[in-house]
Structures are given as C-alpha cells and as structure tokens.
C-alpha cells in the first residue's frame, strides 16, 4: 500500500496499521505485538501523515490542544482519497463520562475508548476496527 517514499520516522510494514494522534510513546503495547506506529503530536500532523502512512486504523485523542479528535475525523472523511476516507477511526478520551461512546459512534468514530486503556484492550479494538 505504501509504494511511494515516506518522510523521515514514518515506518511501515505493508502499510502502517495505526496512526496515533497522541504523541511518539502512545502505543508501546501495539508496537511491542508487532504494528507499525506513526505517532503525531497534534490532529494536523496526523491528517498530513496520513497520506504517507496509509494506515487501517487511526486512533485519535478526543480532547488535542488546537484542531480536536472531531476535527480530524471530519477532515479525514473529507478527503478525495476514498481509502484513506473510509479509514476507521478509533477515539480515546479521557472524559470517559463526560464525552460518552454513543456520541463517539454518533460523529462517526468506529468505536470510543475511555483512558487509561489496557493494552490488549486497545489491541483487540485496533484489531477489530482493521476487520482483523
């Protein structure tokens, strides 16, 4: 899936299987189960990452300093690449309660994931939202 060049720290093996919109350490747990990680410290970040990784999932925080979860999920069904358009996108917040899983699933995410996640959890999701 990734045939072209990639910018320096973006790995891939086929295609990367998770971009993180959480920071460079956000999936140690998936990475040591043997995906490929693209870590990105804002919601912009990730949406230009995106087309260079070719991810199956996204994970994104809800709650981003700037451009938030909701607005990465909306710019990522906006764009004219219809593989990267329909990727799925996972939520992770911390506001558990206060940012409830059926409004995740309303706006559109694949599922919502309240923090802090366990990591098989947040693999057997991952995996899920893959189709795997």
């Given at each position: 899936?990734?045939d072209g060049?990639?910018p320096?720290g ?5 295609a ?13 747990g998936?990475?040591?189960r043997g995906a490929?990680?693209v870590a990105?410290t804002?919601a912009?970040?990730?949406l230009?990452?995106l087309g ?9 925080d809800?709650?981003?300093r700037?451009h938030d979860?909701?607005?990465?999920l ?8 219809p593989?990267?358009s ?8 911390a506001?558990g ?10 706006a ?18 991952i995996?899920a939202?893959a189709?795997?």
């Amino acid at each position: 899936m990734t045939d072209g060049p990639r910018p320096p720290g973006l790995t891939s093996r086929e295609a990367a299987e998770r971009l993180a919109a959480e920071g460079p350490n956000a999936l140690p747990g998936a990475r040591r189960r043997g995906a490929d990680v693209v870590a990105a410290t804002s919601a912009p970040e990730a949406l230009a990452a995106l087309g260079q990784a070719r991810p199956h999932v996204v994970l994104s925080d809800i709650a981003m300093r700037g451009h938030d979860g909701d607005w990465l999920l909306r710019e990522i069904r906006a764009l004219p690449d219809p593989a990267l358009s329909a990727v799925p996108v996972v939520a992770a917040t911390a506001y558990g309660r206060s940012h409830p899983a059926e409004r995740t699933r309303a706006a559109g995410f694949a599922t919502h994931l309240a923090k802090p996640v366990d990591p098989e959890l947040l693999c057997r999701v991952i995996a899920a939202a893959a189709g795997r």
